[in-house]
């Protein structure tokens, strides 16, 4: 099991992609894992004959742990097999056999070439459609029916290729249904998912330790809109969001205030010379990933627009790679788009701190003596203390709201 990212300790195999047997090439996919971030194939760094699965799909191993063996058809591979926990392992076919004609859904898998889409949708058993956990998942994240979706997996199972095809043909969107549907028993339970156990062991690990303290502060975002307004009128593909005007004023800020773009290591305070920022993406069904921009102060707002919706997609569809979402220096988290007014974010470890970004909301406010209507948002700074102390993140606030009252200062 692959280490995917620095707080992976175990990971899930969702399928394999080749089969007992099976010739394997070097750099080949072999099986598709579950990490605490991201669903990813994971490629055989040999060549040989796949002689044994030693992990199946649905089980979850620690970081490490062997999930099978590769090598040459006749080699002897019953010490490993049994120091691993596994069944003696099978021989691999000398010749090659026809795969059947047509076999249920319960049957061995069949050869490796993939079957022909049945001319009918994925065959239901129990009630319930056959496909793979992953293509449920992205299913359900672009709206898809399964049920009008063919099936080229093993006796007829919708797999990930199929879903991804049906996407590029259109196929009929689900139509809305009731979240809670009334059924005979009072509850369901759900195995936690990797990324919601790493969530649940990070949130204490920052809870816990780590100092938290909140500072807010009210901005006026009125010449933040008129920047947002006239780029879209200049450039209408380019779809300027106020949260990217945000992540570029929190990167010229923290180019003023280095000690906010810190960390606490134990035994030292850790300053970074580069801006990495990590944006917080709520992702369907449940969890939380932060990618990164990177040496975001460097880059123009253009630049940042692009890259933060680029990144922003793939961590909804968890097709992220890990240097992709490792390695902030600071992050920002908005639920402002939900119409949320003011939260605390809780701080991202190994993050000195963590800026949560409110609604922009339209409202009177008193300007020279007179009731005029402005556009003001809240946003809240959470500080670990032991890096960060009052005074320094007030600081940091003030240069904030002054950039972004004042975006110009963003091109100085």
Known sequence: MPKGSDTMTEGKVLKWLKNEGE?????DALVEIETDKVDMEVESMAGGVLRKVLVQAG???PV????AIIGKADEDISSLVSANGGAPAAKAPTTKKEAPAAQPAAAAPPAAAPAPKPAKPAPVAGGRILASP???????????????????????RIIRRDVESAMTEGAPMRAPVPQLVPTGTEYR????????????ARLTQ???????????????????????ESATKLNPDLKLTY??????????????????????????????????????????????????????????????SAESKDLIARARTRKLMPEEYTGGTFSVSNLGMMGIEEFSAVINPPEGAI???GAVAEKPVVENGQITIGYRCKMTLSCDHRVVDGATGARFLQTLKQILENPILMAL
Not at 64 to 67: A, I, K, S, Y
């Open 355 to 357: 800026l949560a970004i």
């Open 206 to 228: 920052s809870l816990g330790p780590v100092p938290h303290f909140y500072l807010t502060i009210e901005v006026d975002m009125k010449k933040a809109k008129e920047l947002r």
């Open 134 to 156: 992953l293509a449920r998942r992205i299913a359900r994240e672009s709206g898809l029916d399964l049920a009008a979706i063919q099936g080229s997996g093993p006796g007829g």
């Open 59 to 61: 089980e979850t191993v």
């Open 243 to 304: 949260n990217d005007i945000i992540v570029k004023a929190c990167a010229v800020a923290l180019t003023q205030h280095p000690d906010t773009n810190a960390s606490y290591t134990g035994d030292a305070i850790r300053y970074y010379n580069r801006v990495h920022l990590s944006i917080a993406v709520a992702i369907e069904g449940g969890g939380l990933i932060t990618p990164v921009v990177r040496d975001c102060n460097r880059k123009t707002l253009q630049q940042i």
């Open 189 to 200: 339970d759900e195995p936690l998912s990797q990324m919601r156990k790493t969530i649940a």
């Open 23 to 27: 010739q394997v090439a070097s750099g």
């Open 64 to 67: 490490g742990q062997m999930l």
